[in-house]
């Protein structure tokens, strides 16, 4: 059954004060169309501009992550993702009016819980996913910071924390299924220690900070004064407090402040753009880590957008059609038998392999002391493992043969040569109607895209020589 995308079935809302403004603002969430992906729409601006939620759009990380497009922007997205993300919610718009999402309790839990009540719909389309095909690494070594996607089926994450703190000590956390998210890391709350609000506070930050939406952490030991200097300068009531947690609160988890460092790592990673299968392992991770993290997934989504992604080939899984099933498909016969066999297909697409060998007849004049492939034999072996797509839906594919009607933005990027394994992966442009057969073909050798073509073909009955 098809994974396909997912938007809220009805309009929702909420309000609350920004952590760093202190502005009371409300957002609503819409069901947004296909492919539409997070935006937040500022409308209390005029125009009511866009901003999408991806990477490419983050303008800063301090205290939580900010996007902008143009000049408009929005800050502390990254809860309000995370929950987003955990309900598989592929297309949402967010209108919002004010500069900054609300800090509500600190954690994500709200969020959602709100977007929980609006339900979700399958969309008409299929979701596209970002699979981890190699690792992907971020290495801050000045801050001691690491971040590794390494392949697997599934998105998972592990987080490792260290503030070199007696209080908060070392911390771990993972998820391995986010339909854990909503009781396990949905409730966990920003955290700061005692020694910072000050600085932030002074740099315009934490206007709208309160005991009831953060864990202060305090690491030493102070005088009362000093507690009640804080608290004036926030305009808060005098604490009686001592090392450990300021407001005395009781932690949902012992490994609180590493769940909401792992809640900030999914909400971040969502700018990605795309849903992410792979095993994620973060040391000491930030909003900066994060988003850069999230820069590097974009660059090999664009690079793949571009170039296509190469099947996953391995010569010790046995092939879906051998030879003997392809020369029942297809009438043609060697030297003109340009494909070995298939290692998958399905209703709309098929992947085939070609071992190019020096043994092949057209090496001896192409060229003499420079044996390249001839690009139109790419194109005739590309054409002739669509055909095994084709023939393999209708009955006694012995009865016919296909045809090319047309070839379309052919491009050779890259010289096939002897020893090079050629893959071929060929997608349906259109269902198969009366015969006309439209695909978009790829060859690859190894990840590197040499070949890519549409080609348009018919399937025609052979004639019987009576």
């Keep these: 059954m098809a994974d396909m995308q997912k938007t809220i ?9 920004g952590l760093h403004t202190g502005v009371e603002v409300t957002m609503t969430f819409k069901p947004a169309h296909v492919d539409h992906g997070y935006k937040f729409k500022r409308i209390d ?81 299929e979701r596209e996913y970002f699979e981890v095909r190699e690792n992907v690494r971020y290495v801050n070594a000045e801050k001691g910071t690491e971040i590794i996607a390494y392949p697997d089926d599934k998105y998972s994450i592990d987080v490792l924390i260290d503030f070199n703190s ?9 998820i391995t299924d986010l339909s854990e998210f909503g009781e ?21 930050l934490i206007k709208g900070g309160a005991l009831e939406n953060a864990i202060v952490i305090v690491e030493h030991e102070y005088p009362q004064e000093e507690f009640d200097r804080i608290a004036d300068i926030f305009n808060k009531p005098h604490l009686k407090a ?50 850069e993290f999230a820069k590097l997934i974009r660059q090999i989504v664009k ?56 043994n092949e007849g057209f090496f001896i004049g192409h060229f003499p002391g420079e044996p390249v492939m001839p690009g139109v034999l790419q194109i005739e072996a590309m054409a002739q493992v669509g055909g095994i797509l084709a023939l393999s839906s209708i009955e006694d594919p012995k009865q016919w043969s296909t045809y090319f009607i047309k070839i379309d933005n052919v491009r050779f990027k890259q010289k096939v040569v002897p020893g090079d394994n050629l893959i071929f992966k060929l997608e349906l442009i259109t269902p198969i109607r009366r015969g006309i057969v439209h695909m978009r073909g790829q060859a ?14 018919q399937l025609v009955k052979n004639k019987v020589e009576e």
Aim: with cysteine; proline share 6%; glycine share 6%.
């Design 9 to 17: 079935a009805n309009v929702v809302s909420l309000k609350g004060v």
């Design 45 to 125: 601006l005029d125009k009511q501009p866009l901003i999408p939620a991806l990477a490419e759009n983050v303008i800063d990380t301090a205290r939580g992550t900010t996007i902008a497009k143009g000049d408009a922007k929005v800050s502390t997205i990254e809860h309000v993702l995370a929950a987003a993300y955990s309900l598989e919610i592929d297309n949402l718009l967010i209108e919002i009016d004010g500069p900054e999402a609300p800090i509500l309790d600190g954690s994500s839990i709200h969020f959602f819980r709100t977007l929980s009540e609006a339900g979700t719909v399958d969309q008409d389309a």
């Design 166 to 174: 007696k209080v908060l000590g070392h911390q771990f956390a993972s």
């Design 303 to 358: 690079f793949e957008q571009k170039n296509g992604v190469a099947p996953r080939y391995s010569p010790d899984e046995p092939p879906v059609i051998d030879i003997k099933g392809i020369m029942a498909l297809l009438p043609h016969r060697p030297p003109f038998l340009l494909i070995d066999k298939i290692i998958h297909m399905d209703d709309s697409s098929v992947v085939g392999v070609k071992a190019v060998t020096m």
């Design 184 to 204: 396990q890391i949905a409730p966990c709350r920003t955290f700061a220690f005692f020694k910072e609000l000050e600085p932030l506070f002074k740099n315009n």
């Design 242 to 291: 001592k090392q450990g947690i300021l407001n005395n609160i009781d932690l949902h988890f012992s490994n609180e402040p590493a769940r909401h460092k792992l809640l900030d790592v999914i909400g971040d990673l969502a700018l990605a753009g795309k849903r992410i299968k792979g095993k994620i392992i973060a040391k000491r991770p930030g909003h900066y880590a994060n988003t």
């Design 444 to 457: 690859f050798v190894g990840n590197t895209l040499v070949m890519d073509a549409e080609m348009m073909a």
